[in-house]
Structure formats: C-alpha cells, structure tokens
C-alpha cells in the first residue's frame, strides 16, 4: 500500500501543479517483449507565449529475479523529470527551441541541455525535427559512476485528417561506459499513429531498441497511450 500511496501523490502533484492552466495529460503504459518488463508514464504539460514546460513521474512493478516485470503488482515510483525551454518562431516555416529537461531519481539525477530546430511544411502538413541533448548523470552512491552521452534525435509527423503519424530515430553516444554491444553507440527507432476524437487522443507506438549492453540483442517495445486535452 505504501507503494500505491507514493504514486497516486505524485500523479496528484503533477496534475494539481498546472490544474489552473489549460494542459494536457498524457498516460502511457510499455512492455518490453524480450525482457518481459512493464512500465507507465504519466505527464503534464502545457505552454505559455514561447514558454513550455512538463512534469512527468514514472512507475513500475518490482523486478522479478530474472529481470523481468509484471504490469500490476509491487508498484515503486521510478524517476521524475521536469521539461522545460523556450519555443522561438524564425519564420513561417522554421523554429528553434532550447530547453534543459533534470530528472530525478533514485540516488540520481540528470541534466539534460538541448536543442531543437524545427521546420513546418507550407503546402503539405509535414513537420520535421532534428533535436541534440547532451545529458550528464549524476549518482550519489559511490558504486555507480557518473557519466556523459550524446544524444542526436530525428523526428517526422503526418497529420491527415484527424490521424498523426510520427517516426522517431535516436543515436547515442556515451563518454564513460558501454551501452549496447560492448561499445559507447546505440541506437532506436519508434513509429507511432494516434486519433483526435474531441478532447481525446489515443496512440500507439513500436519501437525497436537495445536489450543489453554487452550483447547485440534487440527487443520490441510496445507502447499504449491517451492523452487529454483540457
């Protein structure tokens, strides 16, 4: 029950803090096939003038001794990030939009600056996106070390009619450590749809990512999301 208790507070936090603002709610739950792991996001966010910002929390059942996770059982609060940058119109078409997402967890947190330059087609509705993000962690236990990484972010999104596509390419770069394969390079790739029906916006993604550090073992990771629109 402690568990329980722990996550609706911060799901309550995160609503309540922006309850004034009209704001969007976005659950998503995971499951990632090969490792048999389950997880669940839960994010607000919202926009003022060229401000935005977003509090996200993240929760997931204890891990089995084999690693894996079951989607509902001993529920733990994972980490929690606060989103937040500037959004600047270059022209009709092009934008620039710097921001510095911290997330917080357990004995650690991130920081994360970047940097997104986006285009919006005229004549078809077609967004493009190029984000990179340097990212430092920081442990407050001594046998996890600090570290740095790279990450570079492609993205695309079709809206046709009341349905959006969107594809998603990230490739990272770690300074200190081995992250997939025995080497400091990785990589995914995400393709997602989703519907507006009023105030509602159900999704769905695939994506296909790593599954080990030390090994060239992919996995597919599936993802089911609503969002709402207040």
Known sequence: MKHYNKISLSIAALVFTTSAQAVTLDIRHEY????????TRVKVSDSIDNFYYG????????????????????????????DWGFKFKLDDNWYIQPGMPIAFGDGKYTIKPQLRIG???????????????????????????????????FTMSYNHGKNKYWLEANYYRNEDKD??????????????AGRRMGSWFPYMELADVSSSSSSDTRQLKTRVGLKYYY
Request: no cysteine.
């Open 32 to 39: 990632k096939h090969h490792a048999k792991q389950h997880a």
């Open 55 to 82: 509090l996200e929390s993240k929760f997931a059942s204890e891990k089995r001794e084999d690693g894996s996770q079951p989607a509902m059982g001993n529920l733990e609060r994972g980490d929690s990030e606060i």
């Open 119 to 153: 285009y919006k087609a005229s004549s078809i509705p077609l967004t493009t996106a190029l984000r990179y993000r340097r990212e430092y962690a920081n442990y407050s236990e001594d046998f996890n070390d600090d570290y740095e990484q790279n990450k570079i972010t």
């Open 179 to 192: 992250i997939y394969n025995n080497t400091r390079e990785n990589y995914d790739y995400i393709l997602s």
